[in-house]
T-cell receptor
């Protein structure tokens, strides 16, 4: 069974640009969550999607947005990038009857 | 709001036992998770506690006291490969959202 797949794994952007990250959950999982991980703040919850609907949202500015497609794949977008957005963005999926989250390897974003 | 505290770093010797503590203050509680994360890798699930008491899983055990807002992860017979960050996370009542502590970086020395 394939794990959670995130693309791209690494990317470099400049301030003011926007970026889109993609996440393919484990087959059969309908819940997809996104987290930001930085050395200073640790893992922080961004948002969760379930059946194409945003179910939870963390305390991030509106520049951070996401969506989920009918096949459960999810994307997150960050607009008007700032230096502080440099981080590892982790996606996690879970399914019915499964208690733990399964994390992908992450997309490492560097903003210059 | 939610606040989760755990030590930043710990060092232990190969073959020994180490206990990593986690205290939490949350507005809701639906379970506590421990994850392991090696440098440059994804976090992987170790344990889950929702009721008070000890859950044992091989060399790893996790304990929960809901009245005290306290959990610990116990690692026995430490191996060099156990050098990693250990993340304590609380699930509140809303879906699959987890609130993580800052993580404890464990270094196992020969």
């Amino acid at each position: 069974k394939a794990g959670v797949t995130q693309t791209p794994r690494y990317l470099i952007k400049t301030r003011g640009q926007q970026v889109t990250l993609s996440c393919s959950p484990i087959s059969g999982h309908r819940s997809v969550s996104w987290y930001q991980q930085t050395p200073g703040q640790g893992l922080q919850f961004l948002f969760e999607y379930f059946s194409e609907t945003q179910r939870n949202k963390g305390n991030f500015p509106g520049r951070f947005s996401g969506r989920q497609f009918s096949n459960s794949r999810s994307e997150m977008n960050v607009s008007t990038l700032e230096l502080g957005d440099s981080a590892l963005y982790l996606c996690a999926s879970t399914g019915h009857g499964v208690r733990e989250l399964f994390f992908g390897e992450g997309s490492r974003l560097t903003v210059l | 709001g939610q606040n989760i505290d755990q030590p930043t770093e710990m060092t232990a010797t190969e073959g020994a036992i180490v206990q990593i503590n986690c205290t939490y203050q949350t507005s809701g509680f639906n379970g506590l998770f421990w994850y392991q994360q090696h440098a440059g890798e994804a976090p992987t699930f170790l344990s889950y506690n929702v009721l008070d008491g000890l859950e044992e899983k091989g060399r790893f055990s996790s304990f929960l006291s809901r009245s005290k807002g306290y959990s610990y992860l116990l690692l026995k017979e430490l191996q060099m490969k156990d050098s990693a960050s250990y993340l304590c996370a609380v699930q509140n009542n809303a879906g699959n959202m987890l609130t993580f502590g800052g993580g404890t970086r464990l270094m196992v020395k020969p």
